[in-house]
């Protein structure tokens, strides 16, 4: 059985215009297809660039834990957020 089956994660992408985009899936290889397709599933913002790249993940084992740390990512800078993908 896959391990990642039941589990969450909060993930953040950097698009080709330098911005971080933060979301939360229960698939991640699902969720970074659907932004890739441009499709109505996918993030409106991520839509009007040319091309992102996942440079971060966290797992969490629910759907709230995961939720909650997306928010908190959200509310950082974009300064701090690159700190922390140097960690």
Same mark, same amino acid.
């Given at each position: 059985?896959?391990?990642?089956?039941? $589990?969450?994660?909060?993930?953040?992408?950097?698009?080709?215009?330098?911005?971080? *985009?933060?979301? $939360?899936?229960?698939?991640?290889?699902?969720?970074?297809?659907?932004?890739?397709?441009?499709?109505?599933?996918?993030?409106? *913002?991520?839509?009007?660039?040319?091309?992102?790249?996942?440079? *971060?993940?966290? $797992?969490?084992?629910?759907?709230?834990?995961?939720?909650?740390?997306? *928010?908190?990512?959200? $509310?950082?800078?974009?300064?701090?957020?690159?700190?922390?993908?140097?960690?």
């Amino acid at each position: 059985m896959n391990k990642l089956k039941n $589990q969450f994660m909060v993930y953040i992408v950097r698009t080709s215009g330098n911005t971080l *985009y933060v979301g $939360q899936t229960n698939n991640l290889h699902k969720r970074l297809a659907e932004h890739a397709r441009k499709k109505s599933r996918g993030a409106k *913002y991520l839509s009007s660039f040319t091309s992102f790249e996942l440079v *971060y993940t966290e $797992q969490f084992p629910t759907r709230s834990l995961a939720l909650k740390r997306e *928010y908190e990512l959200k $509310q950082l800078t974009h300064k701090e957020k690159e700190a922390l993908l140097v960690k």
